[in-house]
């Protein structure tokens, strides 16, 4: 019974929150066109925030890799490498995660410096 109210109030929190997210904005907005300010803005604005989620997006990428990777690596490095009859292998996630997120922010940076630039032209 309890289950119920837990869902619904969730649910109405983020009703809530969705409508005030564009209440806000559409206002916010409406104000910026009467002060003068150009169309332009919204759409530089829009480009900046899919350049933020391209990054995030290929960071997690590198970071679902890295995970795969390691788990990879450990079971390489326990058929191969197990002088004392580990169990497991840490240091392959750490240090495969840290790799492949490292290269996704790589990615992301040259990505998002060639997208800059035909923003400004």
Known sequence: ???YFVIIAIALSVFGIAYTFFTY???ERMALIESGIDIEYFRLKTQRQN????????IFIGFALGILSGFFFE???LENYNPK???????AYLSM????MGMA???AYFINRKMK????R
């Not at 350049?51 to 290929?58: E, N, P």
């Not at 009859?85 to 240091?91: K, V």
């Not at 630039?117 to 400004?120: A, E, G, H, P, T």
Request: hydrophobic share 45%; net charge positive; charged share 15%.
């Open 51 to 58: 350049i933020m989620l391209l990054s995030f997006g290929l």
């Open 75 to 77: 079971k390489y490095l």
């Open 117 to 120: 630039s035909k923003i400004s």
């Open 85 to 91: 009859d580990y169990r497991n292998y840490p240091q």
């Open 1 to 3: 019974m309890y289950a």
């Open 97 to 100: 995660i840290t790799l492949f």
């Open 25 to 27: 904005r559409n206002k």
């Open 105 to 107: 922010m790589l990615v």
